[in-house]
């Protein structure tokens, strides 16, 4: 059974940077060609897409709020998943959920509900 892990959530000044990291464990061989994605959610807000992508693939879809500012990446045994976050802003604050098993065509990687593992997230709070 695939379990996903976070950490690297934090409090830091806007403007700061911030990795986040992804482990994924349980899996036979390699995890390399899953979809995965990392979500967010504020306090009294949905859960949002953040960004979508295959694990060691060097492409990946972005949210218009942090296209250019964030970055995935995967280590060479695609077993763990990161979010580098540059340039944050205030409303980037929220609990960052890792996720796995989804499809990344097209638009799907926005949709939550078709990833079907979840870490327990982290929480990201920028202060100005």
């Known amino acids: 059974q695939v379990t996903l892990a976070e950490s690297g959530g934090a409090a830091v000044q806007a403007g700061g940077s911030l990795t986040l990291s992804c482990v994924v464990s349980?899996?036979?061989?390699?995890?390399?060609?899953?979809?995965m994605g990392w979500f967010r959610q504020a306090p009294g807000k949905e859960r949002e897409a953040v960004a979508g992508?295959?694990?060691?693939?060097?492409?990946?879809s972005y949210a218009d709020s942090v296209q250019g500012r964030f970055t995935v990446s995967s280590n060479s045994a695609k077993t763990i998943w990161y979010l580098q976050m540059n340039s944050l802003k205030e409303e980037d604050t929220g609990m960052y959920y890792c996720a796995a098993d989804g499809s990344c065509g097209g638009g799907y990687w926005k949709r939550s509900g078709d990833f079907r593992v979840w870490g327990q997230g982290t929480q990201v709070t920028v202060s100005s």
């Open positions: 992508g295959v694990i060691g693939s060097s492409t990946a």
């Open positions: 349980g899996y036979v061989y390699t995890y390399s060609g899953h979809c």
